[in-house]
């Protein structure tokens, strides 16, 4: 079974939930807001308000930032 990993908008809080359904409904188990953003295993989500610093994509060259670099050795 699918497991899916959620953010709460309220609290911000992490959390894993069991979704047995598309259109089962997420709780947060803390506030018990339904206000959860399902967070992609493969991120690949652009939000055009957030951050660059926290989306990560991964195979990004820390030095100079281009995904194309090989030469910076990451
Ligand atoms: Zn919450």
Request: glycine share 8%; net charge positive; charged share 30%.
């Amino acid at each position: 079974m699918p497991i899916y990993e959620f953010r709460c908008n309220t609290c911000r809080k992490k959390f894993e939930e069991l979704v047995t359904s598309r259109d089962a409904k997420v709780r947060c188990p803390k506030c018990k807001k339904q206000d959860v953003t399902r967070l992609m295993s493969a991120f690949s989500v652009k939000s055009s308000g957030s951050s660059r610093a926290g989306a990560s994509s991964g195979k990004s060259c820390a030095g100079c930032r281009s995904k194309k670099c090989g030469s910076c050795g990451s």
